[in-house]
């Protein structure tokens, strides 16, 4: 039984270091330049920064994982999300609802503009990129109303401490997206809704013909991305103290990114989670070193830019073989 145990065991992390290769070198290589050029990159406090920092993005990488898996996308993501950080702070600040309430408010509101988007593209067929960008300039036009352009000051440290916490050593962000990595990662991996996402952008037709209800495993994925998008907001509001309507931008960006660069394909039903999490860290180790090179932010852009290419030609490269 114990060596039946180990043989499983080695054979699962030899799949995962086969399947991860390529990320996993890049990711070593980048952490070892940073190293190298910076004293400061493989400090304690340093490290566990980034992970805060990537655990943004790889939410919404994790939702974004499905939309492209599917073979849709979503570039409200962002928006989605300074508008649920602006309305909970607001809530909180100006009408003095109680934290709880106000957070289920904030991810109500998540969870109904994605369905909106998922109702709209499965009954329309209105092409997602379409409907998520017009929802982009919807939900961050509606955060700019309800401030008035103005960020909301937050100082209630019930809410604050959502997003600056710890548990033990390690900042409840960090929490969040191992917590919401399982989950999600259960629901592709062991679920019939996850077979279906596969199914549905592998080959839609033959999605149909097998009787699956495709419009609503539509919804569904964009519901599941409009949920994490708010619950981002709710987390990035408490570390900022503050809603701010311009946050967000270039967001759906880098979550596009770190799914690309994870082996996920653009064309749909082929791709992990477990990928989108390492791509994650590439795109939050890269933009930590550069910050820490004093690298300027326009040149920042100029380089993530490069990567984002790189990644989708990789991809293309990888479909015709």
Sequence with gaps: ??????????????????????????????????SLNSSAFLTSANILNVLRQVSINAILAFGMTYAILIGGIDLSVGSVLALTGTIVTGLITRNMVPIPVAVGIGLILGLFLGVFNGVIIAKTGIPPFIVTLAMMQIARG??????????????????????????GPIPLPIIYTVVIFIVVSIMLNKTKFGRYVYALG???????????????????????????????????????????????????????????????????????????????????????????????????LIIKGFVILLAVYVDSVKKKK
Aim: aromatic share 8%; charged share 10%; glycine share 16%.
């Design 1 to 34: 039984m114990n060596n039946s145990l180990s043989v499983n065991v080695k054979l699962g992390v030899k799949s995962y270091l086969h399947r991860y290769l390529g990320i996993l070198i890049g990711l070593f290589a980048l952490c070892l330049v940073l």
């Design 142 to 167: 509606l955060a700019y109303v309800y401030t008035n352009g103005q960020p909301i000051r937050i100082t209630d440290g019930g809410f604050i401490g959502i997003g600056t916490g710890y548990l």
């Design 202 to 300: 592998g080959n839609k037709d033959a999605a149909i013909f097998s009787g699956i209800k495709i419009k609503n495993i539509t919804i569904a994925v964009y519901a599941l991305i409009g949920l994490l998008s708010a619950i981002c907001g709710i987390v990035l509001s408490a570390r900022m103290y503050s809603g701010q309507p311009t946050v967000g931008n270039g967001f759906e960006l880098d979550a596009i990114a770190a799914v690309v660069l994870g082996g996920t394909s653009m064309s749909g039903g082929v791709g992990n989670l477990g990928g989108t999490l390492l791509g994650a860290l590439v795109i939050g180790v890269l933009n930590n070193g550069l910050n820490l090179l004093n690298i300027n932010s326009f040149w920042q």
